[in-house]
């Protein structure tokens, strides 16, 4: 039996037909007559069987390593149309030959160190590009799209010197971003501001795939992307930021599509310089400015924090400034917490971005500190008991995971502008000590980082409440009676003495090391840190 013969057999689909080829021929030998049958001039049909089936037998590396030719890549290639650039896409009967010869590129490109290195000899890369500008604007063949990318990914991913390639020869950045727009059907208002239909429908199954390959590949390109040095760069970044604003206030076919869609643009933002990010926000139009007035008037004249925020046609807006993509961030952020588990993977991205924006853009930090941490009121329970944000991400700054809870402190430090008083506010001192110890501050102060001189106002609640916080667990107590209180001196001495005792126990023993603060408000030991104070004093006095 020949190869075309067993061939036909398979695409047949009897069951015991096709047993009784896999007996005769092994998987190296099915994948060898595949190509051979390839080259030749077979119907579209046939094409499609064959493809399928090397497919299915290209997810083993096994098989592929001796079948990782050159030639074979070529074959491949051609039929997937990335070898023609001025071939047109107008045959509608040979998409599904170059979707499933793209689907088999992505198994073996995956799975073949080999063909890894013939891609880069073959510049698979710039034909994908080309590829890609052919169909960017034609919605009826997402399937070639979704594998051209998801191809331009894996690509990306495996080779760094392509990351570079894409982005400045190929020019990656803008035709990905054009493949986000035509997949999300953006009609721009303005430089940056794009149409929202908040009751349009869901983007559809293909649509959602071919963007989710598209932002995946547009974060491998922009990988290393920290600084912009050209005003095209910033541009660019910025057309990029209003493209996943877009993207994160409209939903996929499903719940847990659009929460792919959404991890993927928060994984994109995270790349893009944060001077761009400003336009995750924008100004209100005259009529969103007009009803914005007209609720605010509604709004009793005692509730002047809720003054700040107001939602008004699903438009979250906080002083003049549309809030919405914050806002679905800030969701998306507790939705993650509510899992918990991935924290790493899953909500230090976002917690990441959130700070960053928080730190650069006032009128964000301030939003997010009004959701966030509003003023105190109710301050019987520990601030890490409860059910709202603040409550989490308290939670979070004892977590095991080091990240996590470095990035949950730094996210509610910047939100209380670095400032050390503020942040044990609404956390207590027992859970901020671990950000303090790290960034010198167990004394107090503020970070290094410049902020607005405007200052908290307390609620009258929280200042009735004030004498009566215990500062370490950050909330409110009934004052306890002093136990020494009735001792005798005798007593109180031989108390004093019994501790004295125990502490140098477990001093010698290294069981218990004393430790003090150095003049720079890290912690070290106690003998090293009163040395210093000493120097500090002699040279004080010298100077005098």
């Keep these: ?47 499609v069987s064959c493809l399928e089936v090397l497919r299915i037998l290209s997810r083993d590396k096994k098989v592929l390593v001796p079948v990782t030719t050159k030639e074979n890549m070529q074959i491949l290639l051609r039929l997937a149309k990335l070898n023609e650039l001025d071939d047109s896409l107008e045959k509608v009967s040979e998409f599904p030959v170059i979707v499933e010869s793209l689907k088999c590129l992505c198994n073996i490109v995956f799975n073949s160190q080999m063909a890894q290195q013939l891609s880069l000899e073959l510049n698979l890369a710039a034909k994908l590009c080309n590829l890609l500008r052919k169909c960017k604007d034609r919605k009826f063949i997402n399937d070639i799209k979704c594998f051209d990318l998801r191809l331009l990914f894996l690509l990306s991913l495996l080779h760094t010197d392509i990351r570079s390639q894409l982005r400045y020869e190929l020019q990656g950045l803008p035709l990905l971003t054009q493949i986000l727009e035509s997949a999300f059907s953006i009609k721009w208002t303005d430089e940056y501001e794009s ?43 910025r057309v990029m930021a209003a493209v996943l604003r877009h993207c994160l206030l409209i939903v996929g076919p499903t719940e847990d599509k659009t929460e792919e869609l959404h991890s993927n643009a928060v994984n994109l933002l995270s790349n893009v310089p944060v001077s761009c990010l400003d336009v995750l926000i924008c100004p209100l139009t005259h009529e969103e400015t007009a009803q914005e007035a007209t609720t605010l008037d509604e709004l009793p004249s005692n509730k002047t ?32 917490i509510d899992k918990g588990s991935s924290y790493r993977e899953g909500l230090t991205p976002v917690l990441s971005l959130l700070t960053e924006c928080s730190r650069a853009h006032r009128n964000i930090r301030k939003f997010l500190k009004d959701q966030v941490l509003p003023p105190l009121r109710d301050v019987t329970n520990r601030p890490e008991v409860g059910s709202t944000v603040r409550n989490k991400l308290v939670r979070l700054m004892t977590h095991v995971d080091l990240g996590v809870k470095q990035i949950a402190a730094e996210f509610l ?119 210093q104070y000493s120097v500090i004093e002699e040279t004080s006095s010298d100077t005098d």
């Design 305 to 336: 924090a809720e003054k700040e925020t107001v939602l008004k046609n699903n438009t979250m807006v906080y002083n003049g400034m549309n809030m919405e993509a914050i806002h679905v961030l800030l969701n998306f952020m507790e939705k993650r």
């Design 195 to 237: 149409a929202i239909d908040h009751n349009g429908p869901p983007l559809s199954p293909q649509e959602t795939d071919c963007a989710i390959e598209a932002l995946k590949a547009l974060f491998n390109v922009t990988v290393d992307s920290w600084k912009v040095h050209k005003e095209s760069d910033s541009h660019q970044f």
């Design 413 to 531: 430090f910047v939100l209380c502008k670095e400032r050390v008083d503020s942040l044990l506010k609404y956390t207590g001192y027992g859970n901020a000590a671990g950000l303090l110890a790290a960034r010198g501050l167990l004394a107090g102060g503020r970070g290094d980082n410049w902020y607005s001189e405007d200052e908290d106002t307390d609620t009258e609640e929280y200042k009735n409440a004030k004498p009566n916080i215990n500062l370490i667990t950050g909330h409110l107590e009934e004052p306890m009676p002093n136990p020494i209180d009735e001792m005798t001196e005798e007593q109180k001495e031989y108390e004093a003495m019994k501790l004295v005792n125990m502490l140098d126990k477990l001093s010698r023993e290294e069981l218990l090391k004393p430790m003090g603060l150095k003049p720079d408000g890290t912690i070290t030991p106690l003998e090293e840190a009163l040395n």
């Design 1 to 47: 039996m020949d190869e075309e013969r067993a061939l036909y057999i398979v695409r047949a689909g009897e069951a015991g037909a096709i047993e009784r080829v896999l007996r005769d021929y092994s998987d190296k030998k099915l994948c060898e007559g595949i190509f051979k049958v390839l080259i030749k001039d077979i119907p579209t049909t046939c094409q």
